[in-house]
């Protein structure tokens, strides 16, 4: 069983800068491919960021430049470092997973970007 833990959402200008983590219960990242998304209030499930398990990235339009993703397999852990931030990428973040043909999601972080 996979267990995926956001952390790292809040508050914050905009023009600011925020980083997510995604603690995984295994070690997994080295093998899998990996994503951020988000959801908005109102708004479907959106695809930010992903990470191929050769370490290719891919971004949504609205966030390239912007944010990027990586991760840190000695620590299982996935990163979204956001900065310039605006107050349309207010939302609940979410990791997820493919791992042996199940996907699997963390229980979000919330991020509120605002004056």
């Known amino acids: 069983q996979v267990q995926l833990v956001e952390s790292g959402g809040g508050l914050v200008q905009p023009g600011g800068s925020l980083r997510l983590a995604c603690a995984a219960s295994?070690?997994?990242?080295?093998?899998?491919?990996m994503g951020w998304y988000r959801q908005a209030p109102g708004k479907l499930r959106e695809l930010v960021a992903i990470i191929s398990s050769g370490g290719k990235s891919n971004y949504a339009e609205s966030v390239k430049d912007r944010f990027t993703i990586s991760r840190d397999n000695a620590k299982n852990t996935l990163y979204l470092q956001m900065t310039s931030l605006k107050p349309e990428d207010t939302a609940v973040y979410y990791c997820?997973?493919?791992?042996?043909?199940?996907?699997?999601w963390g229980q979000g972080t919330t991020v509120t970007v605002s004056s």
């Open positions: 295994l070690s997994i990242l080295s093998d899998n491919p």
């Open positions: 997820n997973t493919l791992v042996a043909g199940m996907i699997y």
